[in-house]
């Protein structure tokens, strides 16, 4: 079946320090993919949109110079946390869907779960 | 845009009871309706979907039902393990890769021994 794979799955660091995430589609090819952040026992917040060869689509209130997304190719997105402050802790969840015809579910990274000290 | 309500946010039940985690959903066009099962600190994974053209659908021990006409759908959980004790997301999503599904706000099921 469809994988998506997220890396790192852990990271902590300092205050003010920019961090990395990517998201890759390992079976299919994903010209949308989807970031999401999770703060404990909540739901799934959506973002962003990442569109592949283009800008992504923002949600309402998601700082776009704070949250950096590129979408490069088909099979990676990248979501950039710049200059990461305390209340960026969080856990964050890409996810992806095969691109075929007819309902598809979305497949899920594992997650990163981002602390900032 | 769509708007998925969920309900109960935490329902507590004795192992072999039945659980019954119910949405509802506010667009007719919504087609496809995924239930997600995320464990702590893990990805949100798939456990059954049903599309709109079917009423209900079983696997072992989880069922869903859907009634458009209504425009609500449930998740049923049958003979219940402690290791069915996670959050449970249900999502109204539309054919189409860039479609973006709507996801409920969870319900945590704990299953006591």
């Known amino acids: 079946g469809a994988v998506v794979s997220q890396h790192p799955s852990w990271v902590i660091c300092k205050s003010g320090t920019s961090v990395k995430i990517e998201c890759r589609s390992l079976?299919?090819?994903?010209?949308?993919m989807f970031w999401y952040r999770q703060f404990p026992k909540q739901s799934l917040m959506l973002m962003a949109t990442s569109n592949e060869g283009s800008k992504a689509t923002y949600e309402q209130g998601v700082e776009k110079d704070k949250f950096l997304i590129n979408h490069a190719s088909l099979t990676l997105s990248t979501l950039t946390v710049t200059s990461a402050h305390p209340e960026d802790s969080s856990f964050y969840i890409c996810?992806?869907?095969?691109?075929?015809?007819?309902?598809?579910?979305?497949?899920f990274g594992d997650g990163t779960r981002l602390s900032i000290l | 845009g769509e708007n998925v309500e969920q309900h109960p946010s935490t329902l507590s039940v004795q192992e072999g009871d039945s659980a019954v985690i119910k949405c509802t959903y506010s667009?007719?066009?919504?087609?496809?309706f995924p239930w997600y099962k995320q464990e702590l600190g893990k990805r949100p994974q798939l456990i059954i979907d049903i599309r709109s053209n079917v009423g209900e659908k079983k696997d072992q021990r989880i069922a869903v039902t859907l009634n458009k006409t209504a425009k609500h759908f449930s998740l049923h959980i049958t003979e219940t393990q402690p290791e069915d004790s996670a959050v449970y997301f249900c999502a109204a999503d539309k054919s189409g890769g860039s479609y973006i599904p709507t996801f409920g706000r969870g319900t945590s099921l704990i299953v006591h021994p």
């Open positions: 667009d007719s066009a919504s087609n496809y």
């Open positions: 079976d299919f090819q994903a010209t949308t």
């Open positions: 996810s992806a869907r095969p691109p075929r015809t007819g309902n598809q579910p979305q497949h």
